[in-house]
Structure formats: C-alpha cells, structure tokens
C-alpha cells in the first residue's frame, strides 16, 4: 500500500469484515465512510431521535477527520442519508450547528433502510486539507 495512502478506524467490527475504514486520505483528499450513530457501546445512539443519531454521526465524522490531519473547515461536501426524508429538517438542524459558517456542498437523500433497522441517518463527508503535509499543518 502506497505510504501516501492513509486509513482511518473507528474500531467498528463491521471495517474488517466488510473490508472498509472510517476514513482514507491520499494526499490532501479526506473521505469519511457511511457513518451511522453507533453508541460507544456497540448499541444505537438516540434511538428514534433524527437529530440526536445525527449529532452521533457527526462527531464520529469529525473524529475521523482529525485522525487524517482535517478539520471541519476543510469539508467541501456531506451527504446526509435518511430513511424518511420528512424529518431533513432535524438531520439539517445538525448539521447547520457544524457547517453554518462553512457551508460545504451537502445532498440529503432518503435511503430504504439501513443495516441496522434503528439507525435513522447516515452522514459521508469529503474533504480538501489546505496542504497535503498533516505535520506541516500541525505547525
């Protein structure tokens, strides 16, 4: 694997198996995977709360991006996934408390389901860092 290629975990189970990492950057290119509200404890975050599963999401997100050298500052894109579309407005009340100032492209999409029946949201996030040097951002 190219030493410029650099994977990110969140210690989920499912990354081995499905052959997956929370996030991978290459170069100053950031991708942050599908990311459900899993609870430290393996179980949902917010059962039944589109904004509190959505506020989950987002910090796993963001953990992601600081383990690969970004920040939110540098997300140039979301996609925000729900199983009923009707309830964007909670999932977009999230996400405006991290991106209102930002403003990244974002898509909101409804989805048929997820693997896991109680999740009710899913976020994918993209980013450009400013250099593609994490220990020179650091500095």
């Given at each position: 694997?190219s030493?410029?290629?650099?994977?990110?975990?969140?210690?989920?189970?499912?990354?081995?198996?499905?052959?997956?990492?929370?996030?991978?950057?290459?170069?100053?290119?950031?991708?942050?995977?599908?990311?459900?509200p899993?609870?430290d404890?393996?179980?949902?975050?917010?059962p039944?709360?589109?904004?509190?599963?959505?506020?989950?999401?987002?910090?796993?997100?963001?953990?992601?991006?600081?383990?690969?050298?970004?920040t939110?500052?540098?997300?140039?894109?979301?996609?925000?996934?729900?199983v009923?579309?009707?309830?964007?407005r909670?999932?977009?009340?999230?996400?405006?408390?991290?991106?209102?100032?930002?403003?990244?492209?974002?898509?909101f999409?409804?989805?048929?389901?997820?693997?896991?029946?109680?999740?009710?949201?899913e976020?994918?996030?993209?980013?450009?860092?400013?250099?593609?040097?994490?220990?020179?951002?650091?500095?």
């Amino acid at each position: 694997m190219s030493s410029l290629r650099r994977l990110v975990t969140s210690g989920s189970p499912l990354e081995p198996e499905i052959g997956f990492s929370r996030a991978v950057r290459i170069g100053q290119y950031v991708s942050v995977a599908g990311t459900a509200p899993i609870a430290d404890d393996g179980g949902t975050a917010g059962p039944g709360d589109v904004y509190a599963q959505s506020i989950r999401c987002l910090n796993i997100a963001e953990h992601a991006l600081r383990e690969a050298g970004a920040t939110l500052t540098d997300v140039i894109r979301t996609r925000v996934m729900l199983v009923d579309i009707t309830h964007w407005r909670d999932a977009a009340r999230a996400h405006g408390e991290r991106f209102g100032q930002i403003r990244p492209a974002c898509t909101f999409v409804e989805v048929s389901r997820f693997i896991d029946p109680a999740w009710l949201v899913e976020f994918e996030i993209d980013a450009v860092v400013a250099t593609s040097d994490p220990a020179a951002r650091a500095s």
